[in-house]
């Protein structure tokens, strides 16, 4: 199930609600239970079969967890053992169900083992989540960061949870122990909640999915009918697409932890205002390079080491940022890219770019990563180049059509309003005003109205299907 | 800023600032959780207590009802492979409360946010909802085009005239209507290549209705809409300018359209929207006048649908103007075959239309000149040119709009059967259609003879009589003794009968003619021609019915019907 879906609106939502406030506030376990159900059944409603792989998951780390907690003190070997264990069934888990059929269809190239078996599995949803979530357990708790979870319930809920099953943000152990614990849910911060929810439902179903239409509307282009201003709207569009997606669905994330009383670390920071490669990477995607830099980065020696040293720990963690994405060559190749670009930023361009005016710095910045969602959307590298050519007037028709100014002309209205959304402009200003001007408060009351029925509105007529008889 | 406790990151702070904001002010607070609240318990339970509805008339197609788990024959299956929840998805979809409203909202912002369509529908010039062309399948229209061209060779081999009549959608009829941005230009090249095919073409007539109708229209000579507003169709008004190009394109002297002052303009509906405007989700635009052109006479015929079985009179069926499709009111909507006679059986010269739906509200005027047959070819699967011949078919009109030509290659199959009925028309002029040996037609059969001067004469002369009067080109060779044959006409030499006489005999698949004493070979040969194949001559005078049998039942002769 999607958060942008009518039946998780008017059926899970309000049920899941209802039955987690009605289970009085003392009894926090309980409602631990209840947030464990039925994110279970959020998460088996698309994939039903894959429940059971979920409930494998907890079970082996609810164990692995006790026992790492049991040995620390007196056998710290026996320890490390088990949280290897852990480490090595979760990525096997992550590794067969995700990476299985890339592995073999790469292997199958190699004479001899043409005849390798493809299995042609559907990917268990979230597993690259909440595989990494499970993994922050384990190794939390054999780091002391935080205390064993002796509940297994409490223990499930955390794994389950479904406001981020399926898409974040990647929560850290240590960062919900103590909520799992203790939380004070209560109505400032379910209004925040129903705020920042709706925040990211528009920035999904009003820009997302517009900004979605656009580009594949110009990624259907046959490769010889292209212009050079469509290439361009396109791949724009896709950056829009790609940002408020993924922010859109963190926000919603966010806001319906908040409804029940967690608080999650924001997930997207405005990373379209960065103004260098390194920047735009602590903005794009925070919790993933969180955990990356925390429990890959660090335990290797992260830069307090030599230079050579420091690269491999960098190459190390891009090729498995890239491969984490999906399995296909194209986002490894997505991630190698931001390492040589953020190679060459640390060791030559940083001194340069920062005397630079801050619009060479957005400009610079902005260019490379339009050119990364070209590594990343093309699966066929190159489809990628073909369509990067086009950007440049290589195989296109024309530089612009009269269609390309209709689009531009009637879209501008639109990607305005997309700009305005990557920056941290509109939150500022509501804060600021929000504080202290009563009518900001009913506007911003009103407009959060507004945006619910917009987006339901957009939402329903996705599924509006007009049936023309002329066509059949 | 005033004292804020240390926190970590920016993160922290934004995450405390946000909570200090709605702590301030907690009426708005409780305000927006109550509104939340109640929007999402509010529609849950509307969604429950609404009757499902079975059909939407706004999308013309049934909706997803509520899924049940116990009809699977696996449940849990059903549960376990994620089918039951994915029906639930669409239950939801389809089923939503308000569901046009929430349409038309979203139709009204995208208008509103300055994109100037919504779904592919744009918002042009005096309330006009213009479908955007979709990208033309060239190679179905090239298909389409080159089916078209070779079944109108076949038929003028038949001496049947085809004409093609192409219409042009509402986008390229009123461009002058379309935003000022919005290139008009689009479906130029599907246009040129339909003139190029139609110019390469000896037996097509090719009849552009685009042009006559968009001149009018750009000059403002038509005294109401020529295309609907709110549908992809033209009016009836539009359909009838269209029935007075095809007319005259017809070039006959005692052929003229009738004029449009001779008919008594019917308001049907007033309020008709059509499937352009259902899209569109722009409620605002007001709805069509769907007119019938109605003359003297016109309930004087019987409109058959032959899928069904159903007839009425005269060419409207009323019952859909009470129901959202009115258009479908012309001639009971789309069915593969339909036919138009006069209701006292007397006949006319016929016309066969292939047709879209465009050319339901034209079949009115046509049928004023021909009997009719429509077919609708993305319904209608039997073969066209086994039809025209059997129907007497003595015209071909093949209409449609441009969207269908360029999107389905609907006329692929238009020369399924082709050579059967050219054949079976040819067949036609020759007085004997076929002769049977024990059952088989001697179409491809061998004449045999033993390798004797006389014999070859006499081989000669059965190969050209029988050529003459079926049209068959029958092969002939030399039978050396002994030689096993099957399927052959023999000229014998041997098993003359102890009479003396002719004899003619059938065994097996073979027919053997025998030398006689007084006649020889070739007189044997010569009776034969003149006993069965000269129609009133010799021994026997042919009955009027078809078939003549005679040396058995295994012989037969058979004339055309």
């Known amino acids: ?472 | 800023m005033n004292k804020r406790p240390e926190k970590n990151t920016d993160q922290e702070i934004l995450l405390d600032l946000q909570i200090r904001c709605a702590a301030k002010t907690p009426a708005v607070e409780k305000l927006t959780v109550f509104t939340f609240l109640l929007l999402i318990f509010v529609l849950a339970i509307l969604f429950f207590i609404l009757p499902d509805k079975a059909f939407s008339e706004q999308e013309n197609r049934a909706l997803q009802q509520a899924p049940k788990i116990s009809y699977s024959e696996k449940p849990l299956g059903r549960l376990l492979d994620g089918s039951y929840t994915a029906d639930i998805a669409k239950y939801y979809a389809d089923q939503f409360p308000a569901r046009d409203l929430f349409i038309g909202v979203k139709g009204f912002t995208e208008i509103a946010l300055g994109k100037k369509e919504n779904n592919s529908v744009l918002l042009a010039k005096d309330g006009y909802l213009i479908t955007r062309p979709s990208d033309p399948d060239y190679e179905a229209l090239e298909e389409n085009l080159a089916s078209v061209a070779d079944f109108a060779d076949l038929m003028k081999r038949m001496d049947i005239p085809v004409t093609l009549a192409v219409i042009g959608r509402t986008y390229e009829a009123m461009s002058s209507y379309l935003p000022d941005s919005f290139p008009k230009d689009l479906t130029n090249r599907s246009w040129d290549y339909v003139q190029s095919v139609a110019d390469g073409s000896q037996s097509l007539h090719y009849v552009n209705l685009l042009e006559p109708l968009k001149s009018m229209i750009d000059n403002g000579q038509a005294p109401r809409p020529i295309y609907y507003r709110t549908a992809h169709h033209w009016t009836t008004l539009g359909a009838y300018y269209a029935y007075a190009e095809i007319i005259n394109s017809f070039g006959q002297k005692n052929l003229q359209p009738v004029p449009l002052s001779k008919f008594t303009i019917e308001n049907a509906s007033t309020s008709f929207y059509g499937t352009t405007w259902s899209k569109a989700g722009m409620k605002w635009i007001k709805p069509d006048v769907m007119e019938y052109f109605r003359y003297e006479g016109d309930n004087d015929y019987i409109t058959t649908i032959e899928d069904t079985g159903q007839s009425f009179t005269g060419f409207y069926d009323r019952s859909y103007l009470s129901k959202k499709d009115k258009y479908s009111s012309f001639l009971s909507g789309n069915n593969g075959r339909t036919d138009i006679l006069r209701a006292d059986g007397q006949k006319r010269e016929k016309l066969l239309v292939m047709k879209d739906s465009f050319a339901h509200s034209m079949i009115p005027f046509l049928a004023m000149h021909y009997d009719l047959v429509v077919l609708d070819l993305r319904y209608y699967s039997e073969s066209v040119p086994k039809l025209v011949l059997k129907e007497g078919i003595s015209r071909v009109l093949i209409i449609g709009n441009m969207e269908n030509l360029c999107q389905t290659p609907v006329y692929g199959n238009l020369y399924y059967g082709a050579e059967q009925a050219l054949d079976a028309y040819n067949r036609s002029f020759y007085p004997i259609r076929d002769i049977r040996v024990n059952g088989n037609s001697i179409e491809n059969y061998t004449i045999a003879y033993p390798d004797i001067p006389e014999y070859e004469k006499a081989a000669s002369l059965l190969h050209d009589a029988i050529l003459e009067k079926t049209g068959f080109d029958l092969n002939t060779m030399i039978l050396k003794e002994y030689d096993d044959i099957d399927r052959a006409i023999v000229l014998s030499d041997t098993g003359l009968s102890a009479e003396g006489l002719v004899k003619f005999s059938v065994d097996g698949n073979n027919l053997t003619i025998c030398s006689t004493a007084q006649e020889g070979i070739i007189g044997a040969v010569e009776t034969f021609i003149d006993t069965y194949l000269k129609e009133g001559t010799g021994a026997f005078n042919f009955p009027a019915d078809y078939v003549y049998t005679d040396l058995s039942g295994e012989f037969a002769i058979i004339m055309p019907e």
Not at chain 1, 214 to 226: G, H, K, S, V
């Open chain 1, 1 to 472: 199930m999607v958060f942008s879906s009518l039946e998780f609106l008017f059926l899970f939502l309000p049920i899941t609600l209802l039955l987690y406030y009605a289970v009085p506030k003392k009894y926090l376990k309980w409602r631990n239970v209840v947030l464990l159900i039925t994110s279970l059944i959020f998460y088996g409603w698309g994939e039903p079969i894959y429940v059971f792989l979920m409930i494998a998951t907890i079970t082996v780390d609810y164990i692995c967890g006790y026992y790492i907690d049991k040995y620390l003190d007196t056998n710290p070997g026996k320890a490390k053992r088990v949280l290897i264990t852990a480490v090595v069934i979760n990525l096997s888990i992550l590794g067969f169900f995700k990476y299985y059929d890339f592995l073999v269809s790469n292997l199958r190239r190699i004479p001899g083992l043409e005849g390798l078996p493809l299995l042609n599995l559907s990917l268990p949803i979230g597993i690259s989540f909440y595989t990494f979530q499970a993994l922050s357990y384990v190794i939390d708790v054999y780091r002391r960061d935080a205390k064993v979870q002796k509940n297994i319930a409490t223990f499930g809920a955390y794994v389950t949870l479904f406001p981020q099953l399926i898409a974040g943000p990647i929560v850290r152990y240590k960062d919900v122990d103590k909520m799992l614990r203790k939380r004070d849910e209560n109505i400032p911060l379910f209004a925040s909640g129903v705020r920042t929810f709706l925040a990211g439902f528009a920035k999904k179903i009003l820009l997302a999915n517009v900004a979605g239409e656009i580009w594949n509307a110009q990624a259907a282009i046959p490769l010889d009918q292209r212009t050079v201003a469509g290439a361009w709207l396109g791949l724009i569009c896709y950056a829009f697409q790609i940002y408020f997606d993924f922010s859109g669905y963190s926000d919603m994330a966010i806001g319906l932890g908040k409804m029940i009383g967690f608080k999650f670390l924001e997930n997207f920071n405005y990373p379209y205002i960065a103004r260098s490669i390194t920047d735009f990477w602590r903005r794009w995607h925070m919790s993933l390079s969180t955990w990356f830099r925390e429990y890959v980065y660090f335990p290797l020696g992260g830069s307090r080491c030599s230079t050579i040293v420091n690269i491999r720990n960098l190459l190390v963690v891009w090729f498995l940022t890239g491969l984490w994405h999906g399995a296909s060559w194209n986002y490894v190749l997505w991630g190698l890219y931001y390492f040589v670009l953020l190679v060459i930023e640390k060791q030559l361009l940083q001194k340069f770019l920062s005397k630079l005016p801050a619009f060479f710095q957005h400009f610079y910045t902005l260019f490379f990563i339009l050119f990364g969602w070209l590594l990343f959307v093309f699966e066929d590298l190159s489809a990628g180049m073909k369509y990067l050519g086009n950007m440049f007037g290589v195989g296109t028709v024309a530089s612009f059509t009269q269609i390309d100014i209709y689009n531009i002309v009637r879209l501008l209205p639109f990607i305005a309003v997309c700009v305005i959304a990557s920056t941290p402009l509109p939150k500022r200003l509501f804060y600021r005003l929000y504080e202290k001007y009563t009518w900001v408060r009913a506007l911003a009351y009103t407009a959060g109205v507004l945006v619910f029925v917009l987006g339901l509105s957009y939402l329903v007529d996705s599924f509006y299907n007009p049936f023309l008889y002329f066509r059949f």
